[in-house]
């Protein structure tokens, strides 16, 4: 079977598609990944196969437009007059998805014409897929990256995406397909009517040549710091607003017993200083990878870091910079894995104190533990590949037919 | 559980290893890749974490030193296959290449082995190191084989060949044959011998690519790809030249696919005009679009061949070329001119005569689904998980 994934081109959004690329090509299906040109190199970059579609956008500023930070520096504010239509919210952020989906369906729907995939799966918020895949009559699919905040925004698909249906001669689509592909243990996942096939998660967070260091046990309790990728590249904020913030937050949780292992994606975002000997700033290494060794995760709740983070059984303190992440961190403390900030800021003392209660109080660890074992329990990649499999072979036959 | 998969850094050698990662992956395991520094950066271009053992040396030297001069690279241009007992009769060594990459990866993958603890072990069946590393700390160890065993082949060897090696771990025999050998191979095609194998379904994988648009289209005459493997442009020389097996199809009806490693374009020169050339395009990407492929009989593009049901003709230069040439040929999939005879003439006769033959396309097609019809990889990582005794 020939298979087709497709997102827009942002890693946080693309890199949980390549664990079940994979699990489809261990089967013996044939896959192509295809994703706006900026993020080519993340695709072979993973092993797999690329097919461009769409342009190279400026995702950053479309990003740092639809996002409005919860806690903005100052001057960061949407200008007074900004007209209602550009201001940050919900339906700015669909009009982000319009955006993406304006520069990449045409070429989604050339890609399927002519390699014809039997199958395609796509991430929740890029729309070229299901719209080609509706268009072609071919079966589709979401794979859902952790907590599904996005459902709520599907209210306004069909408002949001009638000129783009209009253009391909379709009256309607469904972006939730036949099921949703969803990697997140079934009690901090939303609850939804629409059918689940539940897949045991396995984190991809990129590759890199391991580090010593990672392969040795850690002296003290090891806290890893991450900020995942999408504030740093598209926040409104200013950078030295934000590193200085960061690098207060470092200093005073470095103030514990604890060795403090800072995820970024350039140091350079530290700016040149040094910072205090229990600090090991890592440039890019995946959280996956060390995950594992540590006792705690601090980050803003993005779904690659909390997924990697459910996965090894780690507890997880948020911080929310975006509305989006509110809802999301609210559900994993609601499992007792996680601390969540809400929208209060997070100043560096009160981060610390937290950090300090976490690691004293096993519960959090317990949490951590039964949720990883629930995601676990969740049917591995190789046997949601075959129910996929399946379902694409039936749809669309008649009743009568099979 | 952990799995620690190792291989030499030749991409010929660990592109195998990377579906194998990624299905112990997709089954909720954490893996590691450990090869020499070379390695690294096609191991983490996969997507996978890498750890750099050992280190890299002149391939070229090493080859030149124990291979051409051998009597082995003679009958192998004669296209014969080896009569190993011979050669051990004769005092011949041919394990030496590999011994002295075992010394170079020994150390840094025990000491990884110890530190990381694996739970198993799955290496490229050349990699002797790891069948060492792994006896020293007590796991069991899956080789990875490509196609006809001809590592098995060379087992009897291997006690004298890692004497040494043998001795500063303080170990008595060992097998490097391994607990059990994960094998593409499809079964019609394999030796039969002793050896416990787990036949597996294989996706082709020649590392990754970015797929330009004539891949995705159908071809409008019989497509023919040419390719003389990933490494084979180190043979410099000793191989028949592309550019005559290009020259050979030029006055034919047929588009011709050609295949080089990166920056291989300008070292080819001119080409027939019916000849697209591509550089470093993993072959599974357009393999199932052709009619025919020509190459060096290496594992993987025989490989990526019979599991997209094409038929090959090949022009085999080393022995373990011959031996899976010869194998190809006998299932009728595959025709195998001797280097010896090989001229543009002769590959020109073998190529029309293909091309028209329906024989050939049912032999390549019966062993394509002879291949897909074995266990999948999925299946067999959970045979491996149960044999480390981690189900």
Known sequence: ?402 | MRVLLTSWSWPTHYNWLVPVAWAFRSAGHEVLVAVPPGGTHGVTRAGLPAVAVGADFDVDRVISKYYWSSPIAEISARGDDVDWDRMREEGQQPLAVYALLASIMQDGLVALTRGWRPDLMVFDGVNYAAPLAAAACGIPAVRQIWGVDFSSQLAPFADEALARHRAQLGLGEVDVLGTATLDPCPPSMQLVDGVRRLPTRYPSYNGPGKAPRWVLDRPRRPRVCVTWGTVSHLFNGRIFPLGGALDALADLDVEVVATVPKGGRKELGSVPANTRVVEDLPLHLFMASCDLVISQGGGGVTATAVEAGVPQLTVPRTSEQVLICRSLERTGAARMIALDDASTALLREEVVRLLGSAAHTAAARSLMREARAQRSLADTVDTLTALAGRA
């Open chain 1, 1 to 402: 079977m020939r298979v087709l994934f497709v997102s827009w081109a942002w890693p946080s959004h693309l890199l949980p598609l390549v664990p079940l690329a994979w699990a489809f090509r261990a089967a013996g299906h044939e896959v192509v990944v295809a994703t706006q040109p900026p993020l080519l190199g993340t695709v072979t970059g993973a092993g797999l196969t690329a097919a461009p579609v769409g342009s190279a956008l400026d995702h950053a500023h479309l990003l740092g437009n639809a996002l409005r930070p919860l806690h903005p520096s100052d001057g960061a504010e949407a200008p007074a007059g900004t007209p209602a239509a550009q201001r940050p919210g919900r339906r700015r952020r669909l009009g982000l998805s319009v955006r993406l989906a304006e520069d990449m369906t045409d070429d989604v729907v050339r890609l399927c014409t002519s390699w014809r995939p039997d199958l395609v799966l796509h991430e929740p918020t890029t729309y070229a897929a299901p719209l080609a895949a509706a268009a072609l009559g071919i079966p589709h699919a979401p794979v859902l990256w952790g907590v599904n905040f996005h459902a709520a925004a599907q209210a306004f698909e069909r408002e949001a995406f009638a000129d783009l249906c209009a253009q391909l001669g379709i009256e309607d689509f469904d972006s939730r397909g036949m099921a949703a592909v969803d990697p997140c243990p079934p009690s901090l996942q939303v609850p939804s009517q629409h059918p689940r096939l539940g897949l045991r998660h396995v984190p991809y967070n990129g590759s890199c040549v391991v580090p010593d260091w990672l392969n040795d046990r850690p002296h003290s309790p090891r806290i890893c710091l991450s900020w995942g990728v999408t504030p740093q590249w598209a926040g409104t904020d200013d950078h030295a607003q934000a590193s200085a913030r960061q690098r207060e937050l470092i200093t005073t949780l470095a103030g514990l017993d604890a060795e403090i292992v800072v995820a970024v994606a350039s140091r350079e975002l530290l700016g040149g200083e040094p910072l205090p000997d229990n600090v090991r700033v890592v440039e890019r290494l995946p959280l996956h990878l060390v995950l594992p060794s540590c006792q705690l995760l601090v980050s803003r709740g993005g779904a690659g870091s909390m997924m990697a983070a459910v996965a090894a059984g780690v507890p997880q303190l948020c911080l929310p910079q975006y509305p989006s992440d509110l809802m999301p961190a609210e559900r994993l403390a609601g499992t007792g894995a996680a601390v969540s900030f809400g929208d209060t800021p997070p100043a560096p003392a009160a981060v610390r104190d937290t950090v300090e209660l976490m690691l004293r109080t096993p519960s959090f660890r317990a949490a951590a533990t039964r949720l990883r074992a629930e995601a676990e329990r969740q049917p591995a990649a190789a046997a949601v590949v075959s129910q996929l499999a399946d379902m694409a072979r039936d749809f669309g036959r008649r009743p009568t037919d099979r």
